[in-house]
């Protein structure tokens, strides 16, 4: 039995001039110890769905129209402020993209890093400080002792991304989720996180989401990868096949366009178009507009379906054997 098993979470926001269909019908299951990617463009719905598993985003305008999320028994979208309060933190931790504002300016790093101790372990003063400084060291942080009296601003990006993955592991969760957990970094720093957030893991088995708008991140890191378009997935598969064979034509475009492919001096390929709005108009396939094997039948709507083992696409072509 997975960790984690989302099934059809359909989350929109209701905007004065619309619908925003952020997450439409998305369906995935995270294993114990696995680390998961969900990949896609930016606007694609990778964070509403993490959020929305969170209990974390704003209803209204969110509004939660279908879905389940049973996390280890629990239906996440389903259970009350209280029941999600003790799992934030204490059994499933959150890294955010941008760690400036995830950190409270106000509050000293060491303040912070054990809030978590404080409120779901109930850890009297000296132990948690010997855990909050053992927790800092332990994601690389120089110097700890001194760190921890730093107020954020004091910290580089780095640092302060070090801070909220030692936050967010403190209590040991079973699920790590990071939001773009390097985004905000140059690549140096970025390969060190990663690093970090994979050593971590494998020392206690954290299962962990790693959300990403860059393919090459989850290559180096994921055993399997959900890739989402327009608020749904389009191809869920272990990292191999995804890369290799992939079978969602969306998949095949974001390879594409990954820059070491290319040769020196030639220009890097991008998908023509734009992603579509989430207003859920005109049905059909949404990558459709930009692809090149639509046919008449992408007018129909597709559903995500397992056309090799362990390899799902939602592309229509793909599953009659077309394309
Ligand atoms: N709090 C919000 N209120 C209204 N719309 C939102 C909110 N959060 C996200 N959205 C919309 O949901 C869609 C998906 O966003 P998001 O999940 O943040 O994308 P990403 O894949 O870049 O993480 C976007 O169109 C975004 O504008
Ligand atoms: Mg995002």
Same mark, same amino acid.
Request: proline residues 7%; positive net charge; hydrophobic residues 40%.
């Given at each position: ?49 993490? @959020?929305? +598993?969170?209990?974390? =985003?704003? !209803?209204?305008? &969110?509004?939660? *129209? ?6 280890? #028994? ?119 996180? @990663?690093? +970090?957030?994979?050593? =971590?893991? !494998?020392?206690? &088995?954290?299962? *962990? ?6 393919? #090459? ?107």
């Amino acid at each position: 039995m997975a960790l984690l098993e989302v099934d059809n979470l359909t989350f929109h926001f209701h905007l004065r001039d619309g619908v925003v269909r952020a997450a439409d019908g998305v369906s995935f299951a995270v294993e114990r110890g696995e680390t998961f990617g969900i990949v896609g463009e930016s606007g694609c719905g990778k964070s509403v769905t993490c @959020l929305s +598993l969170l209990g974390l =985003l704003p !209803r209204p305008p &969110g509004r939660l *129209v279908a879905g389940r999320a049973d996390f280890d #028994g629990i239906d996440l979208l389903h259970c009350t402020p209280r029941q999600l309060r003790r799992l934030r933190g204490r059994r499933i931790g959150m890294v955010f993209q941008d760690p400036m504002t995830a950190l409270n300016p106000y509050l000293r790093v060491g303040t912070q890093v054990r809030e978590p101790l404080a409120y779901h372990l109930g850890l009297p003063g000296g132990e948690a400080s010997a855990r909050v400084l053992q927790a800092l060291r332990e994601v690389g942080l120089q110097d700890a002792e001194e760190r921890l009296r730093c107020y954020p601003h004091e910290l580089s990006g780095g640092m302060r991304q070090r801070v909220m993955i030692a936050m967010a592991l403190i209590a040991e969760p079973e699920l790590l989720i990071a939001d773009e957990p390097t985004t905000a970094l140059d690549v140096t720093v970025q390969a060190q996180i @990663l690093d +970090l957030i994979a050593t =971590l893991q !494998r020392r206690r &088995g954290t299962a *962990v989401i790693l959300i990403t708008h860059n393919l #090459g991140v989850v290559a180096g890191s994921c055993a399997r990868v959900a890739v989402m378009y327009a608020g749904r997935v389009v191809e869920l598969a272990p990292v191999g096949p995804l890369f290799h064979h992939s079978r969602h034509p969306y998949t095949r475009a974001l390879r594409r366009s990954l820059p070491h492919r290319q040769g020196r001096g030639r220009d890097l390929p991008t998908i023509p178009g734009h992603p579509p709005r989430l207003d859920g108009g005109g049905g059909g396939c949404p990558f459709a507009p930009r692809c090149d094997h639509a046919a008449s039948l992408c007018a129909e709507t597709p559903v995500l379906r397992e056309v090799a083992p362990g390899h799902w696409s939602s592309c229509l072509r793909v599953q009659r054997g077309e394309v």
